[in-house]
């Protein structure tokens, strides 16, 4: 079942749940007012017999045959609704009505003002007794017919049912309308995520709207771009990868068959050897690089993190980069405020060490390289040639290099600052490079 048709149905069961409550409860109190009403009019007939009753009664209480009298009277003054029982020898002296004198005598009465009263159930009718005694001889019975009450109880249910089948028409034909209206643009979401799921990562849906499902489409639009970046991105890794492979194999293969089709001299040869030896070295620094960017990718949760000083940071990296920094005389400033991070000690130090190293190779000889921290903000700066600010958004690309000659020929990949971005992520660092051409670059790392 459709979550429309659920939505459809359990919202007509609550209105008919409601409805019939509803219904129930006026019903009940239409009732209980009908019921004291009819009580309230029957009351008052029968008080009125009863009084007419006695004051004609008292009249002739000493003739000799009151019987008679009594029967004349009802006779000609009443209608048919009273039993008069002479309760002295238990003699029926009238009975207009279809009810036996036995049913009236043994039953139980209440007392109201004066009068005693009882309700019968008779012939599919429902009737109220009201009894009275009369110089203490005649007992006199007044039955008033109230069965118009529970009959017009079933009309206003009857109504009640028919009203409450419209409503429910009603209510399904508006529900039917309005939810279809409103999965309108869920059904784009879907055609949408469709195409998604086809291959078509340029796609976005149409949906604007100020309610939740607007606020989905537009999450719906962040992610359909999120994910086409890293479409294009992973194209473009795996474009950079092939190329970057395919530049040190085709020269690998190509000094093998040479070696192996030609007869070289032993400078040619050792000159080949030596040439297909640092081909090797660089694709496996190239795929060490590699793994470790995907390791910290997607394990990135199971890093160790601990507390280490700032200044211990920045000596191992001094330490690890003391060749590079000598062989262009690197004249390196550090100074610090005394930090402690809580980093994984390791990964951080290769993130200083790539951009230290960076630094060094952006820097012309006997320049300078500060390293400096101060509020958990680590900053690398060098004076070297810096760059354009469109270099600025691609720098962080994997396997994206600006001079790419000079970078092979130091043994670079491009790898470096994609390595240390993912590494910084996993720390919550913000990670930010301000560059000019010609004025130098400034590196800084926001610690948390």
């Known amino acids: 079942m459709k979550i429309r048709t659920r939505i459809i149905v359990i919202s007509c069961i609550m209105v008919m749940i409601s409805s ?7 019903l009940w109190f239409a009732y209980g007012s009908m019921s004291k009403e009819a009580y309230a009019e029957a009351n008052k007939d029968a008080y009125t017999c009863f ?53 009236l005598i043994n039953r139980k009465y209440k007392t109201d003002q004066g009068m005693g009263y009882s309700y019968i159930h008779y012939g599919g ?59 309108i643009p869920l059904q784009r979401l879907k055609d949408t995520t469709k195409l998604m799921a086809d291959g078509m990562y340029d796609v976005r849906t149409d949906v604007k709207r100020d309610d939740e499902v607007g606020e989905l489409g537009k999450s719906f639009n962040k992610m359909a771009e999120a994910v086409e970046k890293r ?23 190509g000094y093998a068959q040479t070696m192996l089709n030609v007869k070289l001299s032993e400078d040619e040869a050792e000159e080949a050897l030596i040439y ?77 060490v790539n951009l230290v190293d960076n630094a060094v190779k952006a820097s012309d000889n006997g320049g300078k390289i500060e390293l400096t921290c101060s509020n958990k903000l680590i900053r690398i700066r060098d004076y070297g040639c810096g760059m354009a600010s469109e270099e600025l958004e691609k720098i962080m690309e994997p396997f994206y290099m600006i001079d790419k000659s000079r970078s092979r020929k130091n043994g670079g990949a491009g790898l470096g600052l994609a390595l240390s971005a993912a590494i910084l992520r996993r720390h919550n660092v913000k990670f930010s490079i301000e560059s000019r051409p010609g004025e130098g670059t400034i590196v800084n790392l926001q610690f948390v």
């Open 231 to 253: 479409d294009k991105n992973l194209k473009l890794f795996m474009g950079n990868l092939t190329h970057e492979l395919k530049t040190p194999m085709t020269a690998i293969s």
């Open 20 to 26: 019939v409550t509803v219904a129930t409860v006026l």
């Open 51 to 103: 009084n007419d009753f006695d004051i004609n009664i008292k009249k002739y209480a000493e003739i000799d045959d009151l019987d008679v009298y009594a029967e004349y009277y009802l006779k000609t003054a009443t209608d048919r609704k009273t039993v008069c029982i002479n309760h002295e020898n238990n003699k029926e002296v009238y009975n207009s009505t279809a009810i036996d004198k036995e049913s």
């Open 276 to 352: 297909i030896c640092d081909e090797c070295k660089r694709l496996e620094r190239m795929s060490k690089k590699l793994m470790r960017l995907l390791e910290i990718e997607n394990n990135g949760d199971k890093l160790e993190f601990r507390e280490i000083p700032v200044n211990k940071l920045f000596d191992e990296t001094i330490k690890t980069c003391r060749t590079v920094i000598k062989g262009k005389n690197i004249n390196i400033e550090c100074e610090d405020d005394g930090t402690i991070l809580c980093v994984e000690p390791d990964l951080m130090t290769d993130v200083l």
């Open 125 to 183: 009718g429902e009737y109220i007794i009201f009894q009275s005694e009369y110089i203490g001889k005649y007992v006199l019975y007044r039955i008033e017919d109230v069965s118009y009450v529970k009959s017009n109880i079933y009309k206003l249910a009857f109504y009640g049912v028919l009203v409450l089948a419209v409503v429910l028409c009603i209510t399904f034909m508006l529900l039917a309308i309005l939810l279809k209206r409103q999965f």
